[in-house]
């Protein structure tokens, strides 16, 4: 898989940060991809990340440059969020212990995982995904194809053995994958209707069957 990003800008790099530095540019990563998944990129500066971050603009300046190598960071950042998701899924097509639907199931499950652990990588996909140009490129080749890759082997298994009914299995997946992400990351507009936003344990016990359910 390939681990670096197409670039449209890059990083400031000021040699080996310490402990400290790796964690508070961590923490602005985090403030900074809520912030952009709030107000997209066009409306976000980075004197706001600076305000919601509660540290000095040149902070951000100093450990990342511009703002669109901070946009960048952040989606290298959920790059490797997401990439322990990735390789397990990538290692269910060899587990023999498992049957093609098992594994689609399993599939599913680490993907609810990791949605409910970052439910903003939702909102931040969304609304970067409105975008056109470089960026839309970046967002596609670090958070789409590498996620398709692995996961739709899966689903063409199942439907070749029979297991699945037969469909477009990009189709599906997409229909899965993003209403599971939608449905959690915005959790505040369900909760207008249904309570179960209010009790996480359930809300994900339930998401899951209705995901599972959707596979028959």
Wanted: hydrophobic share 45%; with cysteine.
């Amino acid at each position: 898989m390939n681990k670096t990003p197409r670039t449209v800008g890059a990083p400031r790099r000021r040699g080996r940060p310490s402990a400290d530095c790796a964690r508070g540019a961590d923490e602005l990563l985090r403030v900074a991809r809520r912030t952009f998944a709030l107000r997209g990129y066009e409306a976000t500066s980075v004197r706001e990340i600076a305000r919601q971050a509660e540290v000095d603009p040149a902070l951000i300046a100093h450990h990342f440059g511009s703002k669109e190598a901070l946009w960048l960071a952040v989606v290298e950042q959920i790059r490797e969020l997401l990439e322990p998701m990735l390789e397990t899924t990538a290692a269910l097509r060899a587990d023999a212990s498992l049957g093609p639907r098992q594994r689609v199931e399993h599939c599913l499950l680490a993907f609810i995982d990791r949605v409910f652990e970052h439910p903003d990588i939702g909102i931040f996909f969304s609304t970067a995904a409105t975008e056109e140009g470089e960026r839309l490129n970046v967002l596609i080749d670090v958070m789409v194809r590498p996620f398709h890759a692995v996961c739709l082997p899966l689903f063409s298994d199942a439907m070749d053995a029979g297991e699945l009914r037969r469909c477009d299995p990009a189709l599906l997946f997409s229909v899965l994958m993003q209403g599971i992400s939608k449905t959690v990351a915005y959790a505040h507009v369900l909760r207008a209707v249904s309570p179960l936003p209010d009790d996480p344990g359930r809300f994900k016990r339930e998401l899951t069957d209705v995901a599972l359910h959707l596979l028959r």
